[in-house]
C-alpha cells in the first residue's frame, strides 16, 4: 500500500479531480465510495466545494485546508468497494480525523492497479484544524498497519507502469499551469489568484523566514506540486515578479513577453499592493535597491 498525500486551498479543484470522468485522455470511471457529512444529490463539484468552505471558514488561521489522500494498492491485492471504504475510514482516524469532518472517498479505474482518493477537510465542526506534521513517517506506519489488519501486499515500490502514468500526470499540469498563466497575465483586469484557482490550480509564494523577502513561486494542479522554474525559466518568480509589475504600471504583456524575459523594472517603479499577488513589503530601502540594480547592470563588481 502507498499513501501520498497533498494539502491545498481549493476545493472545487479537488473535488473535481476525483469525480471527473477523464483525465489526459483517460477514463477514469470514478466510482463514489463513501462521504461523510455531505449532501449528495447530484454531486457536482462546485456544490460540494460549497458544503466544505461553509465549514473550512469556522477556522480563519488556516490556509490549506483541502486534504487530498490518494491510496495505493499492489497489482496483487483484489480489493472490494465496500473494503476500500473501511480503509479510507481506518487511514482517516488513524491520521486524526474524526467523525466531525466532513470526506468523499472515490475509487478511480484509470490504471492496472487498484487505488481510491479521499478529499477531506481539515477543519471539524468546532473549526478545529487536523495536524499536518510528519505526515511521511506517519503514513508509513499507518500503510504497514493496514497491510496487516486486511491481509494486504507490502507495495512500498510503486507499480510499474506507475512512473508512466505519473509523467503523464505532471506532463498535463505543466500545460495547464501555464496556459492559465498565460491567460491571466495576457488578462490582466481579473485577480491573478481568482484566476488560477479558478482552473483548480493554488498559487505558493515562498518567502525567506529571516527577512520575509519572497524568492520562489510555485504552483499545485491535482495533487501535483510544481516551481515556476520546472515549467520554464519565464515561470520562475525573478521573471513572474517582473511581469506582474508590468500590469500594475499599466503597460500590457505581450505575448513575446511570456516567451523571453521582460526587462528589468527598477524596484522604485513598484507599487505596495498588486491585484494579482499579495506582496510582503520588504525591509530594504527602495533606493538602495535600486543602486545595487544599476550597478549590477552595468557590470560593477561589489
Known amino acids: 500500500m ?23 485522455g483517460m477514463t477514469k470511471n470514478p466510482e463514489l465510495i ?9 454531486n457536482k463539484s462546485t456544490e460540494l466545494a460549497s458544503q466544505f468552505n ?18 495505493s494498492f499492489s497489482l496483487q491485492d483484489n480489493i472490494d468497494n465496500e473494503t476500500m471504504g473501511k480503509i479510507a475510514k481506518d487511514y482517516l482516524n488513524e491520521i486524526g480525523f474524526s467523525q466531525d469532518n466532513q470526506f468523499i472517498v472515490a475509487k478511480h479505474n484509470d490504471t492496472q492497479h487498484q487505488h481510491f482518493h479521499i478529499i477531506a477537510n481539515r477543519i471539524d465542526l468546532d473549526g478545529k484544524a487536523v495536524k499536518d506534521s510528519y505526515l511521511r513517517y506517519k503514513q508509513k506506519d499507518i500503510a504497514r498497519k493496514l497491510e496487516i489488519k486486511y491481509n494486504l501486499q507490502n507495495a512500498e515500490k510503486l507499480p510499474s507502469n506507475f512512473k508512466t502514468e505519473k509523467r503523464q500526470g505532471v506532463a498535463e499540469a505543466k500545460r495547464h499551469i501555464i496556459s492559465a498563466i498565460n491567460h491571466a497575465l495576457i488578462h490582466p483586469k481579473k485577480d491573478f489568484n481568482s484566476v488560477m484557482k479558478g482552473k483548480g490550480i493554488d498559487v505558493l509564494l515562498h518567502k525567506s523566514k529571516t527577512t520575509d523577502r519572497i524568492f520562489g513561486m510555485s504552483f499545485s494542479y ?5 516551481k515556476g522554474s520546472q515549467l520554464g525559466k519565464q515561470y520562475a518568480w525573478k521573471q513572474m515578479e517582473q511581469k506582474i509589475d508590468l500590469i500594475r504600471s499599466n503597460k500590457t504583456v505581450s505575448a513575446k513577453t511570456l516567451i523571453k524575459p521582460s526587462n528589468v523594472i527598477p524596484v522604485s517603479q513598484k507599487l505596495n499592493k498588486s491585484p494579482f499577488i ?17 550597478k549590477k547592470q552595468s557590470g560593477y563588481s561589489m
Open 2 to 24: 502507498i499513501i501520498n498525500t497533498n494539502l491545498g486551498t481549493s476545493f472545487v479543484g479537488a473535488i473535481g479531480y476525483v469525480l471527473d470522468e477523464s483525465n489526459n
Open 34 to 42: 463513501s462521504s461523510n457529512l455531505l449532501f449528495l444529490e447530484d
Open 54 to 71: 461553509r465549514v473550512a471558514n469556522l477556522n480563519s488561521r488556516a490556509s490549506k485546508v483541502v486534504w487530498h489522500t490518494s491510496i
Open 222 to 226: 491535482k495533487g501535483i506540486k510544481l
Open 278 to 294: 499579495t506582496r510582503i513589503k520588504s525591509n530594504h530601502n527602495e533606493e538602495e535597491e535600486d543602486d545595487m540594480l544599476r
